[in-house]
C-alpha cells in the first residue's frame, strides 16, 4: 500500500485526509498572492484560477475514492469516465487562465521597462 493510500485508509471515511487539506493550503495561498496583485484583472484571474484549482482538487479526491476496491457496476464506471472527463476540462481550463496571467504579467513588464 503506497502512502496516500495509508493515509486515507487511517482515516474514515467522512474524514479529511492530510493530503486533502494540503491541496486546500495550496488554493489558500494562490488566492492570497492573486488578491495581492495591484492589476484588478490579473486578481480576478488569479482568483477564478484558483477557484478552479479547489474544484479540480476536490474532483480528484472524489474519482481517487470512486477507484477503490471492489466491483463496479456499470453506471459507477459512466460516472467514474465523466468525472475524470470534467477533472480534465478544470485542468485545461487552468491552463489556460495560467497562460493568459503569464503574459499579462509580461506584457505589463515590457511597458514598466520601456517606460
Known amino acids: 500500500m ?3 493510500n ?3 485508509a487511517d482515516h474514515a471515511p467522512g474524514e479529511r485526509a492530510p493530503i486533502q487539506d494540503q491541496r ?3 488554493v489558500r495561498a494562490y488566492q492570497q498572492q492573486a488578491l495581492g496583485r495591484t492589476d484588478p484583472l490579473a486578481a480576478n484571474l488569479g482568483m477564478i484560477a484558483a477557484d ?10 472524489l474519482v481517487q475514492t470512486q477507484l477503490g476496491p471492489g466491483s463496479v457496476s456499470e453506471q459507477a464506471r459512466e460516472r467514474l469516465v465523466a468525472d475524470a472527463e470534467l477533472y480534465l476540462r ?3 481550463q487552468f491552463d489556460r487562465l495560467v497562460q493568459l496571467e503569464r503574459q499579462l ?3 505589463s513588464k515590457g511597458r514598466t521597462e520601456g517606460t
Open 90 to 92: 478544470f485542468v485545461r
Open 24 to 26: 486546500s493550503a495550496l
Open 6 to 8: 495509508k493515509a486515507a
Open 2 to 4: 503506497n502512502d496516500t
Open 52 to 61: 478552479l484549482m479547489g474544484f479540480a482538487h476536490g474532483l480528484a479526491s
Open 105 to 107: 504579467g509580461d506584457s
